[in-house]
């Protein structure tokens, strides 16, 4: 083989290799169909808050007064997201040349830095309301727009967590993570309007505060997953797929590093394979494109693998590595004029 090592970088959707479906590249699909569901979800959360908002100042209940502040934050969200799914569509520059994908990230950073603020809001609200009690009225139409909240908010979150996972997008799923337990708040708030009608008026307040810690909860677990993909971090399930799809490629004699991360709801993977140390660079390449392609069948999300190829025996960074290394070393023991 001519050269020691090759790198081949395939985008998805290249048309060169036969990557696209039809007329339209993949990943702008993804994009507008992340913006088609943040947009009705911020229609629908946004009429649910406005309903709520209608009946805690009838009613002066303060748990449903949480649950709205929440509903209103969520809906909040979809601000940041829509804008990132406009920013996914630009194209490449010369100084962003992974595109903006991060920005999405960064929308997902401040998605949970909403509900955080939404958890401090309704905190305040109960504690104050448990250190000054006020009456609750209007019991029938805080449990019927309780209900509605529920209703509205199970269906945003099926709604957003199937097109976050359709298009790989850790914020768009953690948002529907955070309308499923607002759902669930809501049931609280049901829970304690009927507590108030068997008597125990600072059920309402409690209730307030058990919604906050749930909340608490949206938090963190929407954090960890933002934040790891953030830091690179990546499903191992991810990995075993890229193995998986690589070594049973004709020609792939090995499989040496396989890395990978998330920029926005888009994959970029790195592989190291080997081929026989016979073989012509134009035999190393065709092998290239034959893993490429099963990447691509096997990873929806992917926008772009970068395939080493390396002859047998040969195979994998460290080798490279310690090739530099011996260079630096022969450089030093050059004679200087």
Known sequence: MPHDHEHHHHDHGDNHHGHTHGAIDPSIVSHERGLWAVKWSFVALMGTALLQLVVVIASNSIALLADTIHNFGDAATAI??????????????????????????????????????????????????????????????????????????????????????????????????????????????????????????????????????LILWVVWDSARMVFTRMLDGIEPDILHEIHHAAEHVKGVREIGEVRARWIGHKLYADINISVRSDASVSEGHEIAKEVNHQLVHHLPQLGQATIHVDPDGKLGEEHHRHTHDDCHKHLGRMPTK
Request: proline share 4%; aromatic share 8%.
């Open 80 to 213: 940041p997201l829509g804008i990132a799914f406009m920013f996914a569509r630009l194209k490449p520059s010369k100084k962003f040349t992974y595109g903006y994908g991060r920005v999405e990230d960064l929308a997902g950073v401040l998605v949970v830095l909403l509900i955080l603020l939404s958890a401090i809001v309704a905190g305040y609200e109960s504690i104050r309301r448990l250190i000054h009690p006020e009456a609750v009225g209007h019991l029938g139409v805080v449990v019927l727009a309780a209900v509605v909240s529920f209703v509205g908010n199970e269906g945003v979150a099926i709604f957003r967590i199937k097109v976050g996972k359709e298009i790989g997008s850790a914020a768009l799923i953690a948002d529907g993570y955070h309308a499923r337990v607002d759902g669930w708040a809501s049931l609280a708030v049901l829970a304690g309007a009927v507590g108030i009608w068997l008597g125990f008026p600072l059920a309402d307040p409690i209730i307030g505060l058990l919604i906050t810690l």
